[in-house]
């Protein structure tokens, strides 16, 4: 397993640290027989879930860290846990020198936590409203506040509707919203869960920009999860894979594709329709007489297949260009074999 070496890194730089923690959901099963019904009063059958296994992550002051995997990783599960929604089951969890749960009421008011598929916006009340609530909720001295709003104003463009209804904004004025209103008590540490699912393309550049220069001119910890890899790559020097509960790689994204060689797509137009047959590469589609192909550049290289694709075929365009990063997590979950990748 992958793991940036912290061993130099004192105490004072660590913000957020996850030590053996597990974590086991119980879930009930049930039973159509008739029999088992009254069998399941007495003695339920109990489905033991893992959502966490042992997992050791450490995360400096100032970082931005990408959290990724597949779908019941136990991405948002680590979140919650760290947001103080959740108690592990067994193992630490500290952030920011504290126990979430414990000292949760300090704790809160030093952090932000957006779950993408969730609001804090008053629903039938203007954006303005909310903003106001929580300014008098969290006891923010005005001069603070008027700083602060003028602050994600202008990196978030909220002022355009800053005084419309919740219910009608998009979900990408939504979302820009949301992370003003979570930014106004000024935490050091932000956890975004899927913070750019199901906006636009124009919405999710204007968010991922806004987390760089927060995190660049305030010094904002951050933690984001996704499933849009190549967003993750744009945003973050930092990588932690997870699949079922177990971290596979903690690196940065060179490393990661470093994993699986120098993934290239290469992309030849010829004269007819038939994809020429090339050794040592991965033939994906053919789109009429452009042919798709993948391979890894260390292993072979441009001239040697074109000059293979010119015996078959007349060339008449060629393209290439990195493979996207989704791909070299395809390999990696190949690979896992529930201890990180080989």
């Known amino acids: 397993m992958n793991r940036p070496d912290h061993s ?21 099963q049930r039973s159509e027989k008739v029999r088992d019904v009254f069998k399941n009063l007495f003695r339920p059958n109990i489905r033991e879930i893992r959502a966490l296994q042992k997992v050791n992550l450490e995360i400096r002051h100032g970082e931005i860290v990408a959290y990724a995997g597949p779908n019941g990783a136990g991405k948002s599960t680590t979140v919650k846990l760290l947001s ?7 193992g630490t969890v500290r952030c920011l020198g504290m126990d979430p749960l414990k000292d949760r009421v300090h704790y809160v008011k030093r952090i932000g936590v ?15 409203a909310s903003f106001e609530w929580k300014r008098v909720v969290w006891d923010i001295p005005r001069d603070r506040y008027n700083a602060m709003l003028d602050f994600v104003k202008e990196l978030l463009g909220i002022d355009e509707f800053f005084n419309s209804l919740a219910r009608q904004l998009s979900l990408g004025q939504k979302m820009r919203a949301d992370l003003a209103l979570m930014l106004m008590h000024e935490p050091e540490i932000l956890f975004l869960d899927e913070p750019t699912i199901g906006i636009d393309v124009l919405a999710k550049r204007n968010i991922l920009d806004f ?29 932690v894979m997870i699949d079922k509960g177990n971290i596979a790689f903690d690196g940065d994204f060179r490393e990661l594709r470093g994993q699986f060689g120098d993934r290239r797509h290469l992309i030849i137009e010829t004269a007819d329709t038939s994809p020429p047959q090339l050794s040592g590469v991965q033939f994906i589609e053919s789109e009429s007489n452009r042919h798709h192909f993948t391979f890894d550049a260390a292993q072979m290289s441009i001239p040697t297949l074109l000059d293979e694709a010119a015996e078959q075929t007349t ?3 060629v393209e290439t260009h990195r493979a996207p990063i989704d791909d070299v997590i395809a390999d990696m979950y190949e690979d896992w074999d529930g201890e990180g990748v080989n």
Not at 10 to 24: C, G, M, P, R, Y
Not at 84 to 90: D, E, F, K, R, W
Not at 114 to 128: C, I, M, S, Y
Not at 221 to 237: F, K, P, R
Request: hydrophobic share 40%; proline share 3%; net charge negative.
């Open 211 to 239: 987390i760089k220069d927060l995190n660049r001119e305030k010094g904002v910890t951050v933690m984001i999860t996704s499933h849009d890899m190549d967003e993750l790559e744009q945003l973050a020097g930092r990588i």
């Open 84 to 90: 103080s929604v959740l108690a592990p089951t067994s």
């Open 315 to 317: 060339i008449r365009d």
């Open 114 to 128: 957006v779950f993408g598929q969730r609001t804090e916006l008053w629903w039938d009340q203007p954006v303005a």
């Open 8 to 28: 130099a890194t004192s105490v004072s730089d660590i913000a957020v640290e996850l030590t053996e923690v597990d974590k086991i959901f119980y879930q009930r």
